[in-house]
């Protein structure tokens, strides 16, 4: 193995800085209370980097780095790499990276395009933390990597091939002499909205999302973070033991129709029967008599081609209708087989999960006691699935209280969210709700997540259609 020494003498215009073992720990204990394994990595990387390389730049270039922003370094290493150094009337940008291939340099787009944040240079560090040193291997310029650099969209990086990087660090100090301009204009930021922010802060706080710069857009998510108290706020949160996130296993809903479903998922009817107490504001107990005459004309609607909207009327009004009448029931199906539109679909299966809870073409519906109180109240999550033309399925989600409540609390929210964790549908529970619902619809194979949310606490659920 080469010693630093050995390094110098192969590359001379190159600097090498070592640390010691404590450097090392230290770095290490002081990474452990981030949010993620990313995050504590990339903390520990930089920090170790810093602590090193402001001593080197010192003694081998004669520069007096100031770290930018030195009280909240642990609001940028949570989510993102790089720390920014300010010398004299410049500012240098330090990129750590630990892999062995240093035929690119890759800069995170936030340091080049957040109008406050881009730097006049961009300092590429090899560390090998085994080993016990630091490669300073080359420099480039915010000009250079805006005009020369190739834009990776995926991760949302600027790349610059090793030929075009300045490897002669000893230019760096000819350079700070020079009055040239090394940065280019970029745009300025939209100002967020209060509610636009307080949603993007939900949203990237989950700790289902591990990389939160990459699960918005990235004029959003640059807006955000550019505010150092709104970055603070994330940091808080996302790092916080307070909130309560709890991620279930992941369930296949397309293998729900085909009966391969998980032993916490009850069926609707067994779950009734075994809470009926805690179901007992939700579900009427109590029918009136219809007039024969009037079923048979709502029967008569659901038989023709009268249109969704009759349709839909027909089947809530049905809802009271003795369960086991086998003519309504019939209609129902009938009506399931030939809607196009949503709500009438699930209308229409509310009536016959009432009327006839085991009909094969309804009867996937299952529910799951969470298996913990949010704020001390006790819920429950009832999925239904139905399919659809051209291989998509229907979802439809519903929460209800447990326990002795006839009523969610109110304020508790149900929310759908993408696989990027940005919230697509929500529901809030007001006054006197028995239960909160969402419905959506989906191809085979797309995911979303199912949050149920009460002031600080969330659960998580996954799902994949």
């Known amino acids: ?110 340091w080049v395009d957040i109008p406050s944040w881009k730097a006049n240079y961009y300092l590429a560090v090899q560390v090998y933390p085994d080993n016990g040193y630091l490669h300073l291997w080359g420099y480039t310029t915010h000009e250079q990597l805006k005009n020369q650099g190739v834009y990776d969209e995926l991760e949302r990086v600027y790349v610059l091939p090793k030929a075009d990087m300045i490897d002669d660090l000893s230019v760096l100090m000819v350079a700070q002499d020079l009055c040239e301009e090394e940065t280019v204009f970029v745009p300025i930021l939209p100002n967020l909205t209060a509610i636009q922010t307080q949603q993007l802060l939900e949203q990237l706080s989950l700790k289902t999302i591990e990389i939160p710069r990459l699960a918005v857009p990235f004029v959003q998510w640059a807006a955000l973070i550019e505010n150092d108290d709104v970055r ?5 949160r996302r790092c916080s033991p307070i909130i309560t996130q709890i991620q279930q296993t992941i369930s296949h809903l397309s ?13 609707m009817a067994i779950f009734l029967q ?10 009427r107990t109590v029918r009136t008599e219809i007039d024969p005459e009037q079923v048979r004309q709502w029967v008569e609607i659901l038989q023709g081609n009268s249109g969704e909207g009759r349709w839909k009327i027909a089947a809530q009004n049905l809802r ?23 709500e009438t679909r699930w209308t229409v299966a509310e009536t016959l999960w009432t009327l006839d809870p085991e009909n094969p073409v309804s009867r996937i519906r299952k529910v799951k006691d969470l298996g913990m109180e ?13 399919p659809k033309q051209d291989n998509r399925l229907a979802v439809f989600i519903r929460l209800y209280p447990m326990g ?18 940005e919230i697509f549908l929500s529901a809030e529970a007001r006054e006197q709700d028995n239960f909160i619902q969402l419905k959506l619809g989906g191809s085979r194979g797309e995911r979303f997540n199912v949050e149920v949310k009460f002031g600080e606490n969330q659960i998580t659920e996954g799902f994949i259609i």
């Open 274 to 283: 075994q809470n009926r107490m805690a179901f007992r504001g939700v579900f």
């Open 374 to 386: 949010i704020n001390g109240e006790s819920v429950a999550l009832m999925v239904a699935v139905l």
């Open 320 to 342: 009271d209708v003795t369960p086991g009448n086998q003519q309504v029931i019939a209609a129902l199906v009938e009506v399931l087989g030939k809607t196009t539109d949503d």
């Open 255 to 267: 293998q729900w129709l085909e009966g391969f479903i998980a032993s916490e998922w009850q069926d």
């Open 1 to 110: 193995m080469f010693t630093v020494q050995d390094l110098i003498g192969l590359h001379p215009n190159q600097i090498w800085l070592e640390f010691t073992d404590k450097q090392r720990e230290t770095a290490w204990q002081n990474s452990r209370s981030f949010s993620h394994p990313f995050s504590q990595w990339n903390a520990y990387l930089n920090q170790l980097v810093l602590n090193t390389i402001i001593p080197g730049l010192q003694q081998e270039l004669d520069l007096n780095p100031v770290i930018w922003k030195s009280d909240s370094l642990a609001t940028f290493w949570e989510i993102l790499n790089g720390t920014k150094l300010l010398i004299e009337n410049r500012s240098l940008v330090i990129i750590p990276s630990e892999t062995l291939d240093t035929e690119e340099f890759r800069v995170p787009q936030e």
């Open 404 to 421: 002795n409540q006839l009523f969610l609390p109110p304020q508790i929210q149900l929310r759908v969210l993408e696989e990027t964790g």
């Open 232 to 236: 603070e706020q994330l940091y808080q």
